[in-house]
């Protein structure tokens, strides 16, 4: 067999790639990346979430006609993707920056190339590519047409036009870039575990991250409580929907300051205790969609309820400009 | 930049260039939406006249890239040609007066056409001579036309799912258009669309090739491509990869399984592929094969290879955008990425047999199959049951190797693989990874085979599953879910097959018909609907929903014998409702109906039978035809006297034939009875005043009918025109 090797591969051996960027150098270069071209710089957000759309700057700022554009990394908290920090990969918790461009700006993928060439890759030495990848998010009735982009084979970023999230069409169309910053370090990096990724010059990626990892997939898959995490679910849900209930039975200005964006924390919370109740494999098949139903209803009200609400709010400013 | 416009019969003409440059369309979508550019550009240039229609299907030419889509016309016309129309009027003998000066009638058309009445002239119709007016409509440019309809073109190609980029209020596309060239003669089409100006400047390879270059005409558009490191043309990206892969095997002595739909797929996938090699640890071959390729070709559109020997080499062809990779980091990218999956599957490979495949069953108690219908283990137990009723049938029906323990066995293991970490991670193995385990584990052959098979045959060109046991279990998956699924109502709609039971009642008649099968489908329906009663969650299939089932499955048959044994619908709706209990056995009825039914004899005989029918029909009123029996004494008609000879005559001779199932010799016995039934019809009265008379005639005809439609019934045949 090792005969084969020899005979067919190219004559030379691949090479080491150069000493690539540490996790947190390549998070700090691809916010000061973003920040450079009219990205304001926000902070992950407190509250457990699956993916960055979910964060509030996505979901919410994609509604609706103001132009926006951030960066800002969220650790994504995947319960049934956990592996007790065992497998070189998988991760329970993945740390995603993300990108929200409105609008989509004409030349958005050479902005986008251009970021992976300020981290260190040569564009015209790689096989970089945009294979179709449609995203979708029933619990937030969201969705998107993009790809995802390959890096030698390696999948690095979800590249989105959003169409809708939180069930409304939107207009204008805003682009979002996810990239999968534990990957690219790997890759950066050439190491194959995620775990040995130089998490600064210093500090390793197990390090940080190992007992996290072991600790949360322990708890999703063996220790988290059937019974009372679907108590929280309820209860969330219940106080989500009272929320969302008292804010329409208010009239025009009385809208004003109520506390929509407490309901979306909730809704959250719904979407958290749901995947982990998925996790623990604690849901059937039909009551999952029953599950991600009631969540996105939420998330579709607390959408058309932000858009009243900002809506209104932007009149207002328009009339004391006037 | 000059126009170069050719000169033809004296009329100038150009070529075009059209080029839509595009965000990355998806690689399956871009053959399809080529063929429907070139189809619609084809309209276009018929309804404009700008090519002609014996020309235009062969002048023009579509393809695409992933950046692109691409269409090249030649010899259209720059202008439209001037077309003279001669408008009628008033009749000569009303425009004019006795002194042939012109009328008002004559005026006010000539007004109307907005010519002076000295510019009218005078046609000669067949009713006589006519006024009439001749209006030159001059031909618009191409140009304008072009600028008017390319944009509607652009809009009318359809995509399975497109998207909005510049707003709710912007023109849906697969994905953004970025830049579009147009040019015709040299010249741009003006027009903008989503923002984007026409123009003469086409982009390169999106890492290799120059951002902004200029073209001239299609000769100078392919090679300006070329230079920058783009192979418009999907075959010379095809052709490309298929010689670097023969090279790059040839020299290892290696190959690699034919695959044009991944050849097609990496094609579409890059706009200057170039193959390369990247090796794995061959430790990794003792995995099985199926998992290697599942991983190499589906996840990473890799080519695998192996050996002369047919033995999978630890190496792999991957489809680069790129014409080299000369430090091998490409190569070094793609191979740790197979590493990761690689060595996700042997965990998996490992972990999962920690335990007997066997030993997952209690699991797929929490495996919902259906909400109604309980969990797939309570599936597997109605499957044990219909594996075991099915091997038991074909065993008595003289198939010497059914065998009941092995069925009961295979239908066991069958779905115990669904709760493993490796089909957890390669849903489409199911079935392949349980046979292996089941293999690997030491279970019989046949039985690993039948596990392996049992989804087998997921399509009309999927083979069946290679063994009987195999079918056995397959047949019993399938009549499960059919008979299951419409139980609690959840039947599939036109749009809504979630459970793909249209695929599972294909699969059904594939496997009776393709293994000769004996059996009887209403007997299997039933079997299936006891099993589903006996076993939790309990649930009753009515004697309706047993029908609904039988006749959903006997669709199935009916399209599966039009569309792929090319039966026409009358054959086999003639030879169905003889019955069609057992397929196979009304498959070779059918046969025979398309066999004889050109025959001399037949058609007539075919229409007289029609004719016997509708004449019970009439008579249907207070006639019970089941009790009606023949008095042969009151036969007193020659005509009618033989044809009840040549019935017991020829009755006996086709119930031989039918006995042996030579159903076409029967059928052949049947059409002598034509000159008999001729003679009837046309001697013999039936309707007549005497009711003896008129009953024993009914009888007749009712036992002639019933006797000879055991095969097929001919009154459901049409004409020839009907096939």
């Not at chain 1, 200005?253 to 995947?275: T, W």
């Not at chain 2, 034939?657 to 034509?674: D, F, H, M, T």
Request: net charge neutral; with cysteine.
């Amino acid at each position: 067999m090792k005969k084969h090797v020899k005979k067919i591969a190219d004559a030379k051996p691949a090479a080491k790639l150069v000493k690539g960027l540490s996790f947190q150098d390549l998070l700090l270069k691809l916010e000061e990346y973003w920040t450079r071209r009219d990205c304001i710089l926000q902070q992950p957000y407190d509250i457990e979430v699956g993916a960055g759309t979910m964060h509030p700057e996505t979901f919410l700022r994609v509604l609706g006609p103001e132009p926006y554009r951030v960066v800002y990394a969220q650790p994504s908290r995947r319960p049934a993707d956990g592996r007790y920090g065992e497998n070189p990969n998988r991760l329970y918790k993945h740390t995603q920056l993300q990108v929200i461009l409105k609008p989509a700006p004409a030349d958005v993928q050479d902005l986008y190339l251009e970021s992976l060439a300020a981290v260190g890759i040569n564009l015209k030495e790689h096989d970089i590519r945009f294979e179709e990848d449609n995203w979708e998010s029933p619990t937030l009735g969201a969705w998107g047409i993009g790809w995802q982009v390959l890096l030698d084979g390696q999948e690095i970023t979800q590249f989105t036009y959003f169409q809708q999230s939180g069930g409304q069409n939107l207009d204008p169309i805003s682009v979002e870039l996810t990239y999968g910053l534990d990957r690219i370090a790997s890759y950066l990096q050439g190491v194959d575990n995620v775990f040995d990724v130089r998490w600064s010059e210093t500090v390793t990626y197990r390090q940080v991250r190992l007992a996290e990892e072991q600790q949360f997939s322990a708890y999703s898959f063996d220790y988290a409580d059937a019974v009372s995490t679907r108590k929280q679910f309820d209860l969330a849900e219940a106080e989500s929907a009272r929320l969302l209930a008292a804010y329409a039975s208010l009239k025009g200005p009385q809208k004003k300051g109520f506390p929509i964006l407490q309901a979306y924390d909730l809704c959250l919370k719904c979407s958290h205790l749901f995947n982990l109740l998925d996790a623990r494999g604690a849901i059937s098949v039909t009551e999952r969609a029953a599950m991600i139903a009631r969540v996105r209803k939420l998330a579709i009200r607390v959408a058309a309820a932000w858009l009243e609400q900002s809506g209104g709010a932007a009149r207002d400013a328009a009339k004391v400009v006037a | 930049m000059k126009a170069k416009a050719a000169v033809e019969g004296g009329k100038s003409r150009g070529d075009f260039l059209f080029e839509i440059g595009c965000e990355e369309i998806p690689a399956g979508m871009i053959l399809t939406a080529s063929r429907e550019l070139k189809a619609l550009l084809q309209k276009q240039f018929l309804a404009n006249g700008l090519l002609e229609e014996k020309s235009a299907e062969a002048s023009i030419e579509a393809f695409g890239a992933p950046r692109r889509l691409v269409a090249i016309a030649r010899g259209v016309r720059m202008r439209q040609e001037d077309v003279t129309r001669e408008i009628t009027g008033p009749p000569k003998s009303v425009a004019y007066d006795q002194v042939g000066e012109p009328t008002r009638a004559a005026m006010s058309f000539a007004e109307k056409q907005g010519i002076p009445v000295s510019k009218l002239s005078i046609v000669n119709t067949p009713k006589g001579e006519y006024l009439c007016a001749k209006q030159v409509v001059i031909g618009r440019p191409a140009l304008k036309i072009l600028g008017e309809v390319l944009p509607q073109v652009i809009l009318e190609i359809s995509w399975p799912r497109s998207m909005y980029w510049t707003g709710a209020h912007g023109p849906r596309f697969i994905r953004p258009i970025r830049w579009i060239v147009a040019l015709l003669g040299g010249k741009v089409v003006p027009f903008s669309f989503a923002g984007v100006q026409t123009g003469s400047h086409t982009e390169g390879h999106r890492f290799l090739g120059k951002k902004h270059i200029p073209v001239k005409s299609p000769a100078d558009y392919e090679i300006k491509l070329k230079k920058n490191f783009v192979l418009g043309r999907p075959a010379e990206r095809e052709s490309k990869i298929a010689t670097e892969i023969r090279a790059l095997t040839s020299r290892g002595g290696l190959r690699t399984h034919e695959d044009t739909e991944l050849l097609r797929l990496v094609a579409y996938l890059n706009e200057y592929p170039s193959v390369i090699v990247g090796d794995f640890d061959p430790a990794y071959l003792a995995l099985p094969d199926e998992i290697l390729l599942t991983v190499m070709r589906d996840h990473q559109k890799y080519f695998g290879l192996e050996s002369r020997n047919g033995e999978l080499a630890p190496h792999f062809l991957a489809v680069i955008n790129l014409p080299k990779d000369p430090k091998g980091l490409v190569r070094a990218g793609h191979e740790r990425v197979l590493r990761a999956r690689f060595a996700d599957a042997q965990f998996f490979w490992q972990t999962d047999q920690k335990i007997k495949l066997g030993d997952y069953l209690p699991k797929l108690a929490a495996v919902t199959y259906e909400s109604r219908l309980g969990s797939y283990s309570d599936k597997v137990a109605r499957m044990r049951s219909l594996a075991r009723w099915l091997a038991e049938q074909w065993f008595s029906g003289g198939v010497s190797q059914a065998d009941v323990a092995g069925s009961d066995r295979a239908a066991e293991l069958a779905k115990c693989d669904l709760v493993t970490g490796m089909v957890g991670e390669f849903p489409e193995l199911q079935g392949v990874v349980g046979g292996l385990y089941a293999r690997a584990q030491g279970e019989a052959e046949d039985i690993a085979w039948a596990v392996y098979d049992h989804y087998k045959p997921l399509g009309l060109d999927d083979p069946l599953p290679r063994n009987l046991t195999g079918c056995a279990v397959a047949l019993a998956d399938k009549l499960d879910s059919l008979v299951a699924c419409f139980a609690v109502g959840a039947v599939p709609t036109g749009s809504s097959d979630p459970f793909a039971l249209r695929r599972a009642a294909q699969g059904i008649v594939k496997i009776i018909l393709e293994r000769k099968l004996p059996l009887s489908i209403s007997a299997a329906i039933s079997a299936a609907a006891k099993a589903l009663k006996e076993n939790a969650p309990r649930i009753e299939a009515s004697e309706a929903v047993q029908k609904q089932v039988l006749d959903f499955l006997l669709e199935r048959a009916r399209y599966i014998l039009r569309e792929r044994h090319g039966f026409a619908y009358d054959e086999i709706n003639a030879a169905f409702a003889a019955g069609a209990d057992d397929l196979v056995d009304a498959v070779d009825r059918v046969a025979a109906v398309k066999a004889i039914r050109n025959m001399k004899n037949f058609v007539p005989l075919a229409a007289s039978f029609k004719r016997i029918r509708n004449i019970l029909e009439k008579s249907a009123s207070g006639i019970d035809k089941s009790q009606l029996t023949v008095q042969a004494d009151l036969l007193w008609e020659p005509a009618e006297r033989e044809l009840y000879a040549a019935a017991q005559r020829i009755g006996e001779e086709a119930t031989r034939k039918k006995k042996v199932r030579k159903y076409r010799e029967a059928l052949e016995a049947i059409s002598e009875l034509r000159p008999a039934v001729d003679l009837f019809f046309d001697k013999v009265l039936v309707m007549v005043e005497d009711q003896n008379v008129r009953r024993n005639r009914v009888a007749l005809l009712a036992g002639l009918l019933k006797e000879f439609s055991t095969i097929a019934d001919f009154s459901e045949l049409g004409g020839e025109e009907a096939k």
